[in-house]
């Protein structure tokens, strides 16, 4: 699971500060997003389709 961390926690060994994406497993990433440490990383990204303006077409006399 994908999270990014919303405040500095230890992990892997060192210490991850707020804004770092990491990588771990399905609880734990559930525990700190509960804690509100980290805000799942999916969720804050768009979908990378751009909005079009719709424009209808001027009819012709």
Do not use: W
């Not at 961390?5 to 399905?26: N, S, Y």
């Not at 997003?33 to 303006?53: E, F, L, M, R, W």
């Amino acid at each position: 699971m994908k999270l990014k961390l919303l405040r500095p926690i230890c992990f892997g060994g060192g210490v991850a500060v707020e804004g770092d994406e990491i990588e771990t497993t399905e609880q734990h990433g559930r525990e700190l997003i509960q804690k509100g440490y980290a805000s799942d990383s999916v969720a804050n990204h768009t979908t990378g389709q751009s909005s079009t303006k719709q424009t209808k077409a001027k009819k012709e006399k």
